[in-house]
């Protein structure tokens, strides 16, 4: 479903416009927000993918500011998509998905919990520290607090318009970095798996 988009080069995709009234109100979402670790394997649509990257990361203003503060509005977190069909790195200023690979690079997401596999699409949230211009103590916090700004942001999205989701640090960092040509101070450092709940019989 994804790559029969319209896309924006060969194998990039074009989102659609997010529906900013979709979804319960925000002290619903919160009410209903849970770490979910058990997936129905089915596709999202490009509206419920373009919903749940905006909500995440999106565009909010005519300046180009985000959803999610940064420190200094550096907005040195960078999000990449993983489904089972390859990688691609979400675009807010142009609410596209850039392809990077083709396969299915869930299981590197995945680590040692494979439920993840069963996830859809997972998110990986990485903090690009070139922007930072320093790797020392207080550059690398700093983008921690960012990167788990951005991780609540995609779980309350996903709680609000009804998908499972579950943050996590675990993943291939190495692998990763490698599949989505990072270089050393481009650090992956939280991830959420999502998707639509598994139905319970």
């Known amino acids: 479903m994804m790559l ?14 997010p529906e900013t009234g979709a979804g ?3 002290m619903q979402a919160f009410a209903q ?3 979910t670790r058990e997936f129905d ?9 373009s919903n749940l990257l905006w909500a995440t990361m999106g565009v909010n203003s005519q300046d180009n500011k985000l959803t999610a503060p940064s420190c200094r509005n550096l907005q040195e977190i960078r999000l990449f998509v993983v489904d089972g069909k390859g990688a691609y790195e979400y675009m807010p200023t142009s609410h ?13 997401v995945a680590g040692q919990q494979k439920f993840v596999n069963d996830a859809p699409m997972s998110i990986v949230i990485v903090a690009d520290m070139d922007k930072f211009g320093s790797t020392d103590s207080r550059a690398m916090t700093m983008a921690a607090i960012d990167a788990g700004i951005v991780t609540e942001n995609a779980c309350v999205a996903a709680a609000g ?7 996590r640090a675990s993943m291939d960092t190495a692998k990763l970095q490698e599949i989505l040509g990072l270089n050393e101070n481009q650090i992956p450092l939280m991830n959420v798996p999502l ?3 598994k139905e319970r019989n």
């Open 33 to 35: 927000r849970r770490s």
């Open 96 to 108: 596209t998905l850039r392809h990077i690979a083709d396969g299915d690079f869930r299981p590197v």
């Open 195 to 197: 998707g639509h709940f």
């Open 4 to 17: 029969a988009a319209l896309g924006v080069q060969a194998q990039d995709i074009a989102l659609i416009t």
């Open 41 to 49: 394997p089915k596709a999202l649509t490009i509206q419920e993918m």
């Open 161 to 167: 318009l009804g998908f499972a989701a579950v943050p």
């Open 24 to 26: 319960s109100n925000v």
